[in-house]
């Protein structure tokens, strides 16, 4: 294999090995985040009307208008599971009204899943294997080294509850994987001496598209568009009116598709689902629910033993050294900046909601988006830690983040509960340690679930083993395309010209 080749591989087997990791694994297809999603999009596919009047008294997440009930979540997830809905009655030949639904009726049970199942394949899961390998070249970049780029994928997509997310239908996942791809968009699109046009419309797209999946994406989004704003300020005024152009063109196609499901579902473009939300009384506070950020759940979201950010991503907190190492240092300090501002801004958000707590979540759910910002210093921090003792502390914060987040996802993300320490208590000893697992052998094939689990360990063992000998023939090559990259996209800025 050639020097220019490793890395394309290494991008491959993350690809493989995120996506895998993600699709392997399950969720309650009757959760109500999940179902209410479910809901929506099978009556869009068979009825051509998203209400959900008749699946409405099996979930609890709802809104009303009239007499009528439909999902009240923003709608990106649940078009994007369209697709999917469509397959599955395309092949399956069975439709909704053939069954009798109730939560316990084994037929209504793998009707639901078997959609649950494609649409956060082609969805949430694709989405952040796609963002794990955007962010193995962002890191490469920023860390000066592939094992760098390897570390910040790998922390982001299997070290931190993106993991679990990955495997529902609920938003956070996706717009955090859009965050990263609009971050690597703006960032490889304003280096050197060129605007590219095409990455701003990819940066416009995914940050339009966030949006779509979760109102409050509007905080993390702009954050990311006042950075892309200073990059694009050293180009002339003509480059900067086309790549602004490129960005909005797309991000207003996505809230064109917003006003235009709002208004054939709830019949009236500016008509959230929120607005008609049923028995949640707290979202009346504030926004929607959102009033300020409070310290006592600033400490619950973040070290809190009941959904601290540090007891499902311990590695995230190599990240806080990254940022700081990317904010010291001039060429890079906007890029350590914005990831500071993106990750404070999810946070904050997370401790103002009234139901900051996510319900039954492992974790800080509302504050996933936050993981996208963070994983940007996850590459510099792999940099600083050099030092073997320090480089094998890093190494095992990223084992450990991995193995529990193996756990959670195995266990399913939504079985955290209400104790002191959920993650221990419900997760590891409740389910995982009795074998309440959802794998795709044991879901579908019939398997036991230890089995399943240990299929998935032997794959992924072995294309972990690959990526790994790959990255040391990549080190041990000095791989010149990868270090030149790397300096000229940790910071080298060369005169502007019009482009």
Not at 73 to 102: C, H, I, N, Q, Y
Not at 242 to 252: K, S, T
Not at 301 to 325: E, S, Y
Not at 345 to 371: E, F, K, Q
């Amino acid at each position: 294999m050639s020097e220019a080749a490793r890395p394309g591989r290494v991008a491959g087997l993350i690809l493989v090995l995120v996506w895998l990791s993600c699709a392997w694994f399950g969720s309650w297809e009757w959760n109500a985040n999940n179902a209410t999603r479910l809901f929506a999009a099978i009556t869009i596919a068979e009825d051509g009307s998203a209400r959900i009047d008749r699946f409405a008294p099996l979930t609890i997440d709802k809104a009303q208008f009239g007499d009528h009930f439909y999902s009240d979540k923003a709608p990106g997830t649940t078009l994007m599971a369209l697709p999917a809905v469509w397959a599955a009655e395309a092949t399956s030949g069975m439709r909704s009204a053939d069954l009798s639904f109730s939560p316990y009726d084994p037929a209504a049970d793998r009707f639901l899943r078997l959609r649950l199942k494609l649409a956060t394949m082609t969805g949430a899961a694709l989405l952040t294997a796609a963002a794990a390998v955007l962010l193995f070249d962002l890191g490469t970049a920023l860390g000066g080294s592939a094992a760098a780029g390897v570390f910040a994928s790998l922390g982001f997509a299997l070290g931190s509850p993106m993991w679990g997310w990955s495997t529902t239908l609920f938003g956070h996942a996706p717009v955090a994987a859009l965050f990263v791809v609009a971050i690597w968009a703006v960032w490889r699109g304003t280096e050197g001496t060129e605007s590219r046009v095409g990455l701003a419309a990819v940066a416009g797209a995914a940050l339009g598209w966030a949006v779509v999946i979760e109102y409050p994406a509007a905080i993390g989004g702009a954050v990311i568009g006042g950075w892309a704003l200073v990059r694009l300020w050293r180009f002339p005024p003509p480059v900067r009116a086309r790549a602004i152009g490129a960005a909005v063109a797309p991000a207003l196609l996505a809230g064109a598709v917003l006003l235009g499901y709002n208004w054939l579902a709830h019949g009236a473009p500016f008509r959230l689902g929120y607005q008609g939300v049923v028995g949640w009384d707290g979202m009346r506070q504030g926004l929607f629910g959102l009033t300020y950020p409070r310290p006592d759940v600033l400490w619950e979201v973040t070290l809190g033993t009941r959904r601290g950010l540090v007891w499902v991503a311990p590695v995230m907190l190599t990240a806080l050294v990254g940022i700081a190492r990317l904010i010291r240092a001039p060429a890079t300090r906007d890029v350590g900046v914005m990831a500071l501002a993106g990750a404070v801004a999810a946070i904050a958000y997370n401790a103002a909601y009234v139901y900051w707590d996510g319900g039954n979540s492992t974790g800080a759910r509302h504050a996933v988006p936050a993981l996208a910002f963070l994983a940007v210093g996850l590459a510099p921090a792999w940099q600083a830690f050099r030092a073997t003792e320090w480089r094998v502390l890093t190494v095992a914060l990223l084992t450990l983040s991995i193995a529990v987040n193996l756990v959670i996802a195995a266990a399913e993300v939504t079985s955290g509960g209400t104790g002191a320490f959920p993650l221990w208590s419900d997760v590891i000893v409740g389910r995982f340690a009795g074998g309440y697992l959802r794998t795709l052998p044991n879901e579908w094939w019939g398997w036991s679930a230890w089995s399943g689990l240990g299929l998935y360990l032997l794959i992924a063992g072995g294309l972990l083993v690959t990526l790994l000998r790959t990255l040391q023939s990549i080190d041990a090559g000095g791989n010149g395309q990868v270090g030149a990259r790397a300096r000229h996209g940790a910071g080298h800025v060369e005169q502007p010209v019009e482009g």
